[in-house]
């Protein structure tokens, strides 16, 4: 009978598991692979694959285009989750009181969630035109400036990885995670329960004091969660850099999982390619260990 | 005694005068934030909607017009007609919906013993599939293409789907195990199993169908994940009349330059956002209603 049941078990289990190996866990292994070797599309058919050590590593190391894109995307990273969580934060706050309207207010802020990504790119690329942006049309009609802000190609003015054209990609990278945030963090707030606030309040806590000794604490743990999967999401982004500018100019807006692209795609170099993501693997691995270690601290 | 009785109801109208203010202050500014948020969410989506409706002239008439007067669907028709947009939806369309059934169909089964038996590795196939969960697309893209390269199924449908089956079955099952654990009381199956049912048996003909309401919640999911997708099908399904609408869209990126044709392609922006949008809104509807028909039952 038991071994009966098992043998149910195995085979529905079975399909699932060999796709999730074979597409999941084996090329990230081979990916390992593939950055010790020397994989350039147009060196094997004479040279093959040779074994070759660190040295796409040690390559990728001595290119300075690869040092600012690395920079670059933790700058991202810290920026748009930063950003996205601040505001997402606060409008759940706002969002989980009871008022007139709540409703239609909460499918308006959500409605860029089913936009699909290279949609939001296109929508953005078009509003960033410089004549015609509204953007730039209100900034003139304030007063506020006099010449139009060129957000995707201005590479004047730069404070590290910052620049314009890093400010308008991460607007964009807030906008599209927006409701995410929101819905994540509306979850997370309807779980703590009333009776705190009511005992905070009795003991004489405004709201601003309430947010910070009350809600922020008992939101941790799901905060917590939520500023990993964004992290993680985060490091491997790609396609609103790579639609948007394709890492430029300059290099202001590349970020790994773009040059990773490029390299396979535009230069045929696999192993470089396999190589910076494999480093796009590495800090997500250390994002994840560093939840698990304190998941496990907090036991 | 009389005096003082007056004074505290001074001080005490004095305060809630005060009290009062800075609540109407701090109500202003929740309104005024709250504003900004909604103008930052929709405006981008007016911006589309609005100049897919212009003419090429009015799209790059300087100032630019923010209230066009008339409107126009020139933009739906070139769309439609400058590059197969159409043919790009159904293969999209396609694409996703087998993902979606694949995925569901053998994460279902997967997820059903993860979450109701305990066997002998259980913990150790759940571990595997939350690990693979959370390998970034990047790191697995060039094996992968080097395997569907290998297998012959570069630029077909078929290949592309396998791709996404790489990432829409650990996603799946994960979501599945969760709701199997919560959902569908194990009385049914033991009750399935006494009347003479099989495993299988009690699977596909008892949990299966009480679970249809979460399976299709879930389908959906992966369906949106497939249909959102740039990475893996530039990569994988970039020839041609067999693209996917999101790859399909960059045919026009290809002429950023070309502001006269803006309409057109906020058009086909709209086009490929219209059948996420419809989803959701009916899994909005149809979560609603599977949970109260469950509980009728009940």
């Known amino acids: 009978m038991t071994r009966q049941r098992y043998l149910f078990c195995y085979l529905m289990v079975a399909p699932a598991l060999v796709l999730v190996v074979a597409l999941g866990l084996y090329p990230m292994l081979a990916s390992i692979r593939m950055s010790f070797l020397q994989y350039d599309l147009m060196l094997i058919p004479t040279q093959g694959t040779p074994f070759v050590g660190l040295r796409n590593y ?241 036991r | 005694m009389a005096i003082q009785t007056v004074s505290k109801a001074k001080i005490q109208t004095a305060g809630r005068t005060h009290f009062r203010l800075v609540r109407r202050m701090s109500t202003a500014l929740v309104v005024t934030f709250m504003a900004g948020v909604i103008l930052f969410t929709l405006f981008p989506f007016y ?80 571990g595997i599939v939350i690990f693979t969960q959370l390998i970034p697309g990047i790191t697995r893209v060039f094996p992968i293409y080097f395997l569907i390269k290998d297998l012959g199924l570069i630029n077909t449908y078929a290949g592309l789907i396998l791709a996404y089956l790489g990432f829409s079955v650990p996603y799946a099952t994960l979501l599945l195990t969760g709701y199997f654990t919560a959902s569908s009381p194990p009385e049914l199956e033991e009750a399935a199993l006494i009347d003479g049912c099989g495993h299988f048996g009690a699977y596909a003909r008892v949990v299966l169908p009480i679970s249809l309401p979460g399976i299709v919640a879930v389908g959906i999911f992966t369906f949106l994940g497939s249909w959102n997708d740039f990475l893996w099908s530039s990569l994988l399904l970039s020839q041609g009349q067999m693209k996917t609408i999101q790859v399909g869209l960059r045919d026009f990126f290809s002429e950023a330059g070309n502001l006269q044709r803006m309409n057109s392609f906020m058009a086909a922006c709209v086009i490929a956002t219209i059948p996420a949008i419809l989803l959701y809104r009916f899994l909005q509807r149809g979560m609603v209603s599977g949970l109260s028909a469950g509980s009728i039952k009940g």
């Open chain 1, 58 to 298: 040690q390559t990728l190391l001595a290119n300075p285009n690869f040092v600012q894109a690395l920079v670059n995307t933790l700058a991202f990273v810290l920026v748009a989750v930063g950003g996205v969580v601040t505001l997402g934060l606060l409008v759940a706050q706002i969002l989980s009181r009871e008022f007139r309207g709540r409703g239609t207010i909460r499918t308006l802020v959500l409605i860029s969630w089913f936009i699909p990504p290279v949609v939001a790119a296109g929508i953005w690329i078009w509003m960033f035109q410089p004549e015609r942006s509204p953007i730039n049309e209100i900034l003139r009609g304030l007063g506020l400036m006099h010449s139009d802000i060129r957000f995707l190609t201005n590479s004047d003015w730069t404070l590290g990885p910052l620049s314009i054209p890093f400010f308008a990609i991460s607007v964009v990278r807030i906008w599209s995670g927006l409701p995410f945030v929101i819905t994540f963090s509306m979850a997370g707030l309807q779980s703590i329960p009333g009776e705190v606030y009511e005992a905070a309040e009795m003991d004489g806590a405004g709201s601003v004091q309430r947010f910070f000794y009350v809600t922020l604490p008992m939101l941790r743990p799901v905060l917590t969660v939520l500023i990993t999967l964004l992290a993680i999401g985060g490091i491997g982004h790609f396609e609103l850099n790579y639609i948007m500018t394709g890492g430029g100019p300059k290099g202001l807006t590349n970020i790994l999982a773009v040059m990773a692209y490029q390299f396979a795609y535009s230069q045929y170099r696999f192993d470089l390619a396999a190589a910076t993501s494999n480093i796009i693997l590495v800090l997500t691995g250390i994002i994840g260990f560093l939840y698990v270690r304190q998941q496990i601290r907090e």
């Open chain 2, 47 to 126: 911006w589309m909607l609005k100049s897919s409706f212009q003419t090429p002239a009015d799209i790059t008439s300087l100032p630019p017009i923010w209230f066009p007067t008339h409107a126009t669907i020139d933009g739906y028709y070139r769309a439609v007609t400058l590059y197969p947009v159409p043919r790009y939806l159904l293969n999209s369309l396609f694409v996703s919906s087998a993902t979606a059934a694949l995925a569901t169909f053998l994460a279902s089964s997967a997820a059903y013993v993860l979450a109701r038996h305990r066997f002998p590795g259980a913990v150790f196939i759940m």
